[in-house]
């Protein structure tokens, strides 16, 4: 099985099994509660969205791209704006009225949200519009790639998702639907940060050929070093280990 695919797999196992287990829950044995705010649902939300944010940072950074160094700086920004939506999904998703803080709640539910938010994406917009003939061939190249469509299929239970949140759609269980949507647009949003780095990678490389030659000895190389790392560890005595 194709290494690539496995955690893609996993992940939809995992976001299948917690819109199972929520579903009947809620809907088979009334346990409301668990999509009310400061819930399981939420905090699960939250915990995907740190996720996505993490991963994209870590692929921010000129250095994570000298494979394509012509283009590093436009796909370093992109790591970042990648990151910089996380965190802003994050403080959306954060429910701290009850916490009964001030300064807290006027920034993360106040009119200090707006002013972080200008902050936050104000300077990376106009970075990104600096590169904007880049972007434009980066989405021509990269449209049908895995995160194009990850990041669509997020955007679209999002929306989903705020036709509920707005009560556009009011039936039974309309809140839980909001939340259970929203939590599977976090996943496909994961989903997407994980295919972003392999998929810009070739959505700039004049040879894709190389550059999926490249990115798979990358990848073993990677590999390669965590499995060596482990018996080190293992091999390392406890006495040694105590002295330090």
């Known amino acids: 099985m194709n290494a690539s695919l496995t955690p893609r797999y996993l992940i939809f196992f995992i976001m299948l099994v917690l819109t199972s287990a929520f579903s009947i829950k809620v809907i088979q044995y009334d346990q409301a509660y668990l999509y009310g705010e400061n819930q399981l649902m939420e905090h699960i939300q939250i915990l995907i969205l740190l996720i996505v944010g993490i991963v994209f940072w870590l692929n921010s ?3 994570n791209w000298s494979m394509v160094k012509s283009s590093s700086k436009s796909l370093s920004l992109l790591a970042y704006l990648g990151a910089a939506l996380s965190f802003s999904f994050i403080l959306r998703e954060m429910s701290i009225k009850q916490s ?3 300064w807290l709640i006027f920034f993360v539910d106040g009119q200090g949200f707006k002013i972080i938010m200008a902050m ?3 300077p990376l ?3 990104a519009y600096q590169h904007k003939k880049e972007y434009i061939h980066i989405v021509k190249t990269a449209f049908l790639s895995p995160t194009s469509i990850f990041f669509a299929i997020a955007a ?3 929306l989903a998702g705020a036709l509920f949140d707005k009560e556009i759609i009011v039936v039974e269980y309309f809140r839980f639907y909001e939340e259970v949507l929203e939590m599977n647009g976090y996943g496909f949003m994961l989903l997407a940060a994980m295919s972003f ?3 810009m990678v070739l959505a700039v490389c ?3 050929k190389q550059a999926l030659q490249d990115l798979t000895a990358e990848a073993l190389s990677a590999k390669s070093q965590g499995q060596s790392a482990m018996p080190r560890m293992m091999a390392t005595p406890i006495s040694e280990t105590a002295s330090k």
Do not use: N
Request: aromatic residues 10%; positive net charge; charged residues 30%.
């Open 61 to 63: 950074g000129i250095k």
């Open 100 to 102: 009964h803080i001030d």
């Open 120 to 122: 936050v994406w104000l």
């Open 125 to 127: 917009l106009y970075k």
């Open 156 to 158: 679209s239970l999002l």
């Open 197 to 199: 780095r392999r998929d």
């Open 206 to 208: 004049h040879c894709q």
